[in-house]
């Protein structure tokens, strides 16, 4: 009875974890067991497995205690003990990147590996090839293809995946095995098959061609391995990709013929593999669409959980790019909404919300809000994530979607989930001008009982930001000012910023903000008492100027950056003030948001950085580039040849307020050439200045290497704007394919024509988003701005959406006031933006548009140089 009792309290108290209060110090001395004679194999055990429970929940061990615990579990090989052997084994791959000395137990493995034991040989292979690196390889070759090729489908599977990973540090030597991976393929083991793939892809993947007649010969064989076949999808899914076939032409190609024979294979993985591949090519037809679908469909149905799950993952992300399609398959997946696996009924319900009509709307939230709280918050943001995309579809039901937003945001969950709640209600606000006072009066609700820190400032941001211009801005204060009463230091700071930015846009509170600044320069914080003196003094001033420069139109300095320019400031001498115009004023980066809804991790978010923050590292290893200054523009990359060629280039325009660096990224796909002093000759237009030439000495096959132009340009803003002839231009030497070593020293000079490239008006300028454009657009009315105007007939485009696309992308300016976005149905249109063009000089663009039998366009340019107005009115003309 005793023992009962104490069995039932265990249960009550939970599951025990019998190693959660190790200690690194007492298991290593533990490790003195290994030398004893005869070897206790249990207590050994015992002890091998507390030092991988320690490795695993990520203990240091330093190189010294590795190495010392490596040598005493050497001494284990005297033992027979099978299970003591294999934690030898795992003991040795997990110590091997730590420990030094390891090769000592190459002979012992070797032995192991080639013995009679196939119980040992597996587990020594894979420990074998962890301590083994490039040099010491050729020793255990032999070893190694007669393992590849072994009839144990356990040993042979180890030594493939080895190679596999072998093949990263040692490419060469795991290249001379591929007859016996070719061999391997024949096996009639299912996982020998489709590891024996994967390595002779891999050591194939480089060479298209080898790969095309790898692909073609499997395909006109039946592989038994689903593993296998599924991979061979892949790959032929690729080559389909590369090739780029047009959709006309796609029913012929031989490979996609075989994967619509895998929709007919015994197997149901090989068939959703299939299915999935076909929907997700780029270019397609219904009609190679249509057998994909159906399969999709049918599985939708199937009484496995598994296939309903795959079936409409898929279905929910293809459901924005095969709308009709998806379409199709809508009343199984409205059978599906009631489905017991909560999983598979989420991905339903957003799957329709994607597809349906507007007026199904309310029909499908009500059956999402009864079931909602039941799952996890994972399947949450994917229903959150849906709605965002519904409410960019049908705008008019944005009061709908942002009540039941609201609802979510009151309930229980995690960071993240609210996270991507707010994200999605701040996307609503600025995309639907009608949302704004609904929307922020959802969020100023969730702010009085919100526990996340970094959600609260973030709302508040939003407040300062677009609540002085909403239709009664005073019902905002009560909410921002209780953060300041109630909130901890960083969310009262972040209240006052919002308080300031009401002070700076609204005349008429002025005075009640000026109260509540006073009082919180009362308040127990440094912070919060420092920026209510600062925002004080400069609202006491009564001069717009300082309130559009320091509280409404604050520019957005790139952090990164600026912590390097005070980094290298501090390190020099010190005899001059800190400047901060040397800093960029990047541009704010948009999150870019995966298709792909359930790709949901619990790492943390990557910081969003700017362009100009990805050039700044590399361009200051250049020698004299501080000189030019600060970066104002770095635009996105340009092929300068086919992806197909020889000798592969792009070129990155690091744009500076008088110099343009234009930066060549290079790759030589030729394995038996080896370049050197590989550069870009440019053909300059008429008042550009080539400054430098940064060359790179060496360019081997399949590595990307970078070369550099300097050029300044012209004094002339109008002189900008043009075209750029350029030729590569090296020394190529003929080398060894295997080894890249080059025959000779002796070498010829060879050149490459590349496509020309273009500065244009985009390039220069940075686009930047003005919070309230009218109030500095009427400011712009002065003597200090110029003004240009024109009308032009846009005859290329037949809408007036196309007509402001079209201008966004060839000024490169930030629309403001969501303009950028014509109403349906209407045929005038004005379109706001501004931006900084190079050197400083500020740009606001208004453009009336009307649509009659085509668009015409009144622009008007008001800007600090009127060379930089007459550029951007020539730029549409």
């Not at 846009?794 to 959406?801: D, K, M, N």
Request: glycine share 4%.
């Amino acid at each position: 009875m005793g023992s009962f009792r104490r069995d039932k309290d265990e249960e009550e108290d939970g599951p025990t974890n019998i190693y959660q209060n190790l200690e690194k110090t007492s298991v290593l001395q533990e490790t003195r067991t290994f030398n004893e004679t005869p070897v206790n194999a249990r207590k050994c055990i015992h002890i091998l497995t507390k030092i991988l429970y320690l490795i695993n929940q990520g203990e240091q061990l330093a190189a010294r205690e590795a190495t010392d615990c490596f040598f005493a579990m050497t001494k284990l090989f005297q033992s027979k003990d099978v299970v003591l052997r294999r934690m030898v084994y795992l003991g040795i791959k997990e110590l091997s990147s730590i420990a030094e000395d390891v090769i000592i137990v190459t002979s012992s493995l070797t032995k192991d590996m080639t013995g009679k034991e196939d119980l040992y040989r597996a587990a020594a292979i894979r420990a074998l090839c962890s301590i083994t690196d490039h040099t010491m390889l050729q020793a255990v070759e032999r070893y190694m293809k007669q393992c590849i090729v072994d009839k144990n489908a356990a040993v042979s599977c180890a030594a493939l995946v080895s190679s596999l990973r072998l093949a990263t540090t040692a490419g060469d030597v795991v290249k001379r095995w591929a007859n016996e991976a070719q061999e391997a393929l024949n096996s009639d083991n299912i996982m020998v098959q489709y590891h024996a793939l994967g390595l002779l892809y891999h050591i194939r993947k480089s060479d298209r061609l080898a790969v095309s007649k790898l692909v073609n010969k499997l395909t006109r064989s039946s592989m038994k391995s689903p593993y296998a076949v599924c991979m061979l999808i892949r790959i032929a899914c690729k080559l389909i990709e590369e090739e780029d076939i047009p959709s006309e032409e796609l029913s012929d190609s031989p490979l996609f013929t075989f994967i619509e024979s895998c929709l007919r294979h015994k197997s149901e993985m090989v068939i959703y593999e299939a299915a999935h591949a076909i929907v997700n090519l780029k270019n397609t037809n219904p009609r190679v669409l249509s057998p994909a679908f159906s399969i999709l469909q049918l599985f939708c149905s199937s009484p496995k959980a598994t296939l309903r799950f795959a079936a409409v993952r898929t279905l929910n992300k293809v459901a924005m790019t095969h709308p009709a399609a998806v379409t199709t398959c809508n009343l199984d997946l409205e059978g599906l909404i009631t489905d017991s696996n909560r999983s598979v009924a989420t991905l339903a319900i957003t799957t329709l919300l994607k597809t349906g009509a507007e007026s199904s709307v309310e029909r499908l939230m009500k059956q999402i809000s009864s079931f909602v709280a039941e799952i996890s918050d994972e399947f949450k943001i994917v229903v959150v994530q849906a709605i965002c995309a519904l409410c960019t579809k049908y705008p008019r039901k944005h009061t709908v979607l942002m009540n039941f937003l609201s609802g979510m945001l009151r309930e229980e969950g995690g960071l993240e989930y609210k996270t991507s709640i707010v994200d999605t209600i701040i996307t609503i606000i600025e995309e639907n001008a009608d949302a704004k006072e609904s929307g922020l009066s959802h969020l100023c609700e969730f702010i009085e009982d919100c526990e996340h820190v970094s959600l609260a400032v973030r709302i508040l941001h939003l407040l300062g930001k677009e609540g002085p211009f909403a239709a009664t801005p005073s019902k905002y204060i009560r909410f921002i000012y209780n953060r300041v009463i109630l909130e901890s230091p960083i969310v009262r700071a972040a209240a006052v910023t919002a308080l300031s930015q009401f002070g700076a846009s609204c005349p008429a509170l002025l005075s009640n903000i000026l109260v509540l600044l006073g009082r919180c320069q009362m308040d127990p914080d440094d912070e919060v008492r420092d920026r209510a003196t600062y925002y004080l003094s400069i609202l006491n001033s009564e001069k717009p100027e300082l309130y559009k420069n320091y509280i409404i139109e604050r520019e957005n300095c790139s952090l990164a950056l600026l912590e390097k320019a005070l980094s290298d400031h501090l390190n020099g001498e010190l005899n001059s003030r800190f400047d901060i115009s040397i800093v960029p004023k990047a541009a704010i980066v948009k999150e870019e948001i995966s298709n792909d809804m359930m790709l949901i991790t619990n790492t943390p978010r990557v910081p969003k950085i700017t362009r100009e923050e990805e050039s700044a590292a590399r361009l200051a290893l250049l020698p004299g580039i501080q000189v030019l200054g600060p970066i104002h523009r770095t635009t996105a990359p340009i092929q300068l040849t086919e992806s197909e060629t020889e000798y592969t280039v792009q070129c990155i325009k690091h744009i500076f307020a008088q110099h343009v660096v234009f930066q060549f990224d290079c790759l030589n796909t030729l394995s038996e050439q080896f370049l050197e002093n590989v550069r870009v000759d440019l053909t300059l237009p008429e008042g550009y200045t080539t400054r430098a030439v940064i060359q790179c000495p060496k360019l081997a096959y399949n590595e990307l290497q970078t070369t550099f132009v300097i050029v300044e340009f012209p004094p002339d803003a109008a002189s900008s704007v043009a075209s750029f002839g350029a030729t590569l231009r090296f020394v190529v030497k003929d080398c060894d394919p295997v080894t890249g070593e080059p025959d000779s020293d002796e070498g010829y000079n060879d050149e490459y024509m590349l496509e020309d490239l273009e500065i244009t008006v985009a390039d220069q300028i940075q686009k930047t988003k003005k919070n309230n454009f009218q109030v500095a657009w009427d400011a712009a009315d002065s003597e200090e701005w110029l003004q240009a105007e024109d009308t032009f007939v846009l005859s290329a485009v037949s809408t007036l959406q196309d007509a402001v696309n079209s201008i966004v992308k060839i000024l490169g300016l930030g629309a403001a006031n969501l303009s950028e976005k014509v109403p349906e149905g209407t045929h005038l249109h004005t379109l706001l933006c501004s931006g900084n063009f190079r050197g400083g000089a500020e740009v606001l663009v208004r453009a009336k548009l009307a649509l009659s039998e085509g668009v015409t366009l009144n622009l008007t340019v008001r800007s600090t140089d009127q060379d930089v107005a007459e550029l951007i009115t020539a730029a549409i003309g």
